[in-house]
């Protein structure tokens, strides 16, 4: 099955710095990779996600980029600020014949110090 | 986005009591619908596919009879854990995924704290 590698797993960041958090995957069927959001004690959100067809996408002051060949994904944060401190989660998922179940990788707690 | 929601968010019980968790999808129907579980600092893990209308799919190493799965609607999807003991104890977090569309996007709810004595 699939499996997810998430990097870091903590990363502490000033206000106003960048951060970048990177993921590998092992299926190379996979088209669909997702980011999310969760805060202390809540569930997952969603903040922004690619699809196969496409290397890169941006959001504000997130975005998101995705080397098929290589097999990994990275999510990037600009111009951070206090209320980005949360755990980040990347996920992979194969098409819908295959149930589009999440995989998901471990994990990043961003700390974003004022 | 959607929005999915969960009820309880906290429910604390005594080992061997059975503990239901409701998911609700508000704003959209959802023909398909996931269990996860979250222990402390860890990541998501997938416990079963829940399909409106037949028998959820459990992931392996979930005991299907432990946590009993209903999907009897487009919007409401049911997780039973029975006969509950501490090592049940965890974060409970349901996700709707949209429609039938080939679109992969799952939407997650608030979850469930699960405390068992």
């Known amino acids: 099955g699939e499996n997810v590698e998430q990097h870091p797993s903590t990363l502490s960041v000033q206000e106003g710095d960048s951060a970048v958090i990177k993921c590998t995957y092992s299926?190379?069927?996979?088209?669909?990779f997702p980011w999310y959001k969760q805060e202390l004690g809540k569930g997952p959100q969603l903040i922004i996600d690619?699809?196969?067809?496409?290397g890169e996408k941006k959001d504000q002051r997130i975005a998101v980029t995705l080397n098929k060949t290589a097999k990994h994904f990275s999510l990037h944060i600009t111009e951070t600020q206090p209320e980005d401190s949360a755990v980040y989660f990347c996920a992979a998922s194969r098409p819908q014949a295959a149930g589009n179940k999440l995989t998901f990788g471990g994990g990043t707690r961003v700390l974003v110090k004022p | 986005g959607a929005v999915v929601s969960q009820h309880p968010s906290r429910v604390i019980c005594k080992s061997g009591t059975s503990v239901k968790i409701e998911c609700r999808s508000l704003?959209?129907?959802?023909?398909?619908m996931f269990w996860y579980r979250q222990f402390p600092k860890q990541s998501l893990m997938l416990m079963a596919t829940?399909?409106?209308?037949?028998?959820?799919?459990?992931e392996q190493g979930v005991e299907k009879d432990k946590f009993l799965i209903n999907h009897a609607s487009l919007t409401l999807s049911t997780l039973t854990v029975t006969s509950a003991h501490p090592e049940d104890s965890s974060f409970y977090i349901c996700?709707?995924?949209?429609?039938?569309?080939?679109?992969?996007?799952?939407?997650f709810g608030p979850g469930t704290r699960l405390t068992v004595l």
């Open positions: 690619i699809r196969s067809n496409v």
């Open positions: 299926d190379s069927a996979s088209n669909y």
């Open positions: 996700s709707v995924k949209r429609g039938r569309a080939l679109h992969n996007e799952q939407f």
């Open positions: 704003d959209f129907q959802a023909t398909t």
């Open positions: 829940s399909n409106e209308g037949s028998k959820a799919t459990y």
